[in-house]
């Protein structure tokens, strides 16, 4: 006779293989909206449910706002009834696998700040019934599906691993990328225990392929590395950047150059710092738990001064350039192209775009920006700004054009040919035939 636990675990990894499953996803932002739209596709039923009732709506309509969905993808899984959305957690009482994607940011002191994850698992808790499968896919550090959410769930007296099953996933997805997606992006699983990573694997492994290893804190580590190792390259190229810029080198021939090594070298690019949900936030998990084992996580620390660096040396690059022109930063008219912490996508948060404005504005520069994918922002000291329609009176207008990000979209050609000056932080301008002389790289 089969015991408790593997009924629950057949049972359920039964209606998996079917595709008769209820999936929940709790947070439809730029990860669970991609990923609800996947497994809906793939043939789940998918109830979506965000706290913003905007997105909810926009959901239901088939109206996507995050760049890499489609409407037309949105549109068909809603209308098929395979997608719908809720700000109500009730029907997480249907649900089979729940699957959890809220933000991790940190505290205003740096310190991680769980709230949105554990505000959704007491949500689930309070609805939580035998044979469900939870995953957790917010980046965390390592100990939080074991040590925070599963004494969450058991508190209802329910068992992980006997009676219910949990795992940690996390999400790699990279917005704007065209080449690798939610699809096709394999996903590393952790469960809690054996019948958790089986059954964590089945789900996954019918819209992804699926990396499984020996439990949520390896899963939860592995993510953290994959972001801090993109932290401290960064870093190092841009310390590279300070150095070719004091030696009068231009750092983006010494790092093309250098990419044309077939191995031992991957190519990571200099620019006005890092930006997102990511880079700037996930390495600082791992070293504020690194501080519960008394280490502290050196390369960790020093990306993440020599990235905050690269904002300081490219607001310093436009008083200096206006400075040899007889211009100070007071008064002079600064066009800031491109505002999204990287090209082709519209997220600004954390984007080091929004410190180098607030910045300029502290010192009474005259900031207007363009960026074709943010009509408007808002900066930490709550003043607004929205983006400008480009023509040629008002690049000409400008005293000093600031690249800031290079999205693929604009035309560099006739940017350059109308501004008076340009600071390219991204060198967007690699390919303008004429008026180089009128740029000025980082
Ligand atoms: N954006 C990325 O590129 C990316 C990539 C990989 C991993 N991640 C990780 O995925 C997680 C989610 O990031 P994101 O970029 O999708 O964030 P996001 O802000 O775009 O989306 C999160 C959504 O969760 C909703 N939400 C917050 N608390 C909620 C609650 N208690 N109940 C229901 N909905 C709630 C918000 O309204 C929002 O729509 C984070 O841990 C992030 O680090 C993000």
Known sequence: MKDVDSIAALSLKEKIIQKKIVLAVIGLGYVGLPLALENAKSGFLVLGIDKDSDKVAQVNLGNSYIRDVRDSDLLQVVSRGRLSATTSFGVLERADVVIICVPTPLTATREPDLSYVTNAALEIAKRLHR?????????????????????????????VGRDLFLAFSPERVDPGNIKYTTKNTSKIVGGVTPACLDLACTFYSQTLQVVPVSSPAVAEITKLFENTYRAVNIALVNELMFLCDRMGIDVWEVVDAAGTKPFGIQTFYPGPGVGGHCIPIDPFYLSWKAKEYSYNTKFIEMAGEINAEATQHVFKKVYRVLNNRKKSINGSRILVIGVAYKK?????????ALRIIAMLLDEQADVVY?????????????????????????????????ILTDHSCLDYNWLTEHAAVIIDARNATKDVKTGREKIVKI
Request: with cysteine.
């Open 344 to 352: 082709d996508i519209d997220d600004v948060r954390e984007s080091p």
């Open 370 to 402: 363009h960026d074709p994918y943010v009509p408007s922002i808002t900066l930490a000291n709550s003043v607004s700004l929205k983006s400008i329609v480009l023509s040629e009176d008002e690049i000409k207008k400008a005293d000093c054009m600031l």
């Open 131 to 159: 044979g469900q499968l939870i995953t957790l896919e917010s980046t965390t550090y390592p100990g939080t599906t074991e040590q925070v959410v599963q004494p969450i769930l058991e508190k209802t007296g329910l068992k």
